[in-house]
């Protein structure tokens, strides 16, 4: 089976790990799930996080064909546009994004002006599709549960799991967005659990289980099957939904979700400036 090489970012404000994604041979690349910065304090962004990545797709000579989202994220925003612009490449994610768009665009009252059709991206791909990276074979897997878009990007030995699950000591993504659904979540779980026992996982997000001092993000087939706290063999469709939503009761709004979900849903771009040329973002008041 093809090994791609993976090199990991893991921007620590956001707890979000960015995958640069290399075919050896070609020296063809892909970047998933990258962060722009942003200070929800002052409403400033900035590009430290993507120029690491940018740095390193130029330090090892690689050519990039895609810019990759495993879903729309609520935890972070995309720098997707800014890395095509420096870059090249095409931005994709799954078609059902259109279903995240429809239930955002009623959130935040949009207008006319956005289309809840998924065009903001350069690709929308549907389940079991196949695509290359260079001379290594990628295919999507549909993995909805933590919000109805989700798929994950199976490269070679290599999955890349977005939100589905966590590292085996931390569990799964919460369900609880709109359009999430816990026993989807088990189901797609289920369905990444079905690969090949080596396969490796990277995960889009860490927080350090109790007792474990440092960051991690990759994993595999086997340890997750083994030892996952909500989903490892043996756990019921009912006992990890009975767990997912109880522990989704619980749970705050992440901290950026509000500025993260209109942004990314546009595939990173902002809001189209007003007549002073300055995008702004919504926050509905006691809408959600």
Not at 41 to 58: E, Q
Request: include cysteine.
């Amino acid at each position: 089976m093809a090994q791609p090489d993976v090199t990991a970012f893991f921007d620590e404000a956001t707890f979000t790990a960015s995958y640069l994604v290399a075919d050896p041979e070609s020296r063809r690349a892909a970047v998933i799930d990258s962060v722009l910065d942003y200070d929800p304090k002052s409403g400033r962004s900035t590009t430290m996080s993507a120029d690491r990545i940018v740095a390193a797709v130029k330090e090892a000579g690689l050519g990039v064909d895609w810019i990759l989202e495993t879903h729309v994220h609520a935890d972070h925003l995309s720098a997707a546009p800014y890395l095509k612009e420096r870059l090249g490449g095409r931005i994709g994610i799954g078609a059902k994004v259109c279903r995240v768009q429809e239930a955002f665009k009623a959130v935040y009252n949009l207008n006319a002006e956005f289309a809840a059709d998924g065009s903001q991206f350069d690709h929308l791909f549907r389940d079991d599709e196949s695509f290359a990276i260079g001379g290594l074979e990628a295919r999507v897997l549909e993995t909805p549960g933590h919000t109805p878009a989700c798929i994950t990007y199976l490269l070679g030995d290599a999955a890349f799991v977005g939100d589905t699950l966590f590292m085996p000591d931390y569990g799964s993504a919460r369900t609880d967005f709109p359009g999430g659904d816990a026993r989807q979540l088990y189901h797609s779980v289920k369905r990444i659990l079905a690969l090949p026992a080596e396969t490796r996982l990277f995960l889009c997000h860490d927080y350090k289980a109790p007792g474990r001092d440092v960051f991690a993000w990759e994993t595999t087939v086997a340890a997750q099957r083994a030892g996952n706290l909500h989903i490892r063999d043996g756990i019921s469709e009912e006992d990890f939904v009975t767990l997912r939503e109880g522990r989704d009761a619980g749970l705050s709004m992440p901290v950026l979700m509000l500025p993260a979900v209109q942004v990314n849903m546009r595939a990173g771009h902002f809001p189209p400036p007003e007549d002073n040329g300055i995008s702004y973002l919504k926050i509905p008041v006691n809408g959600i």
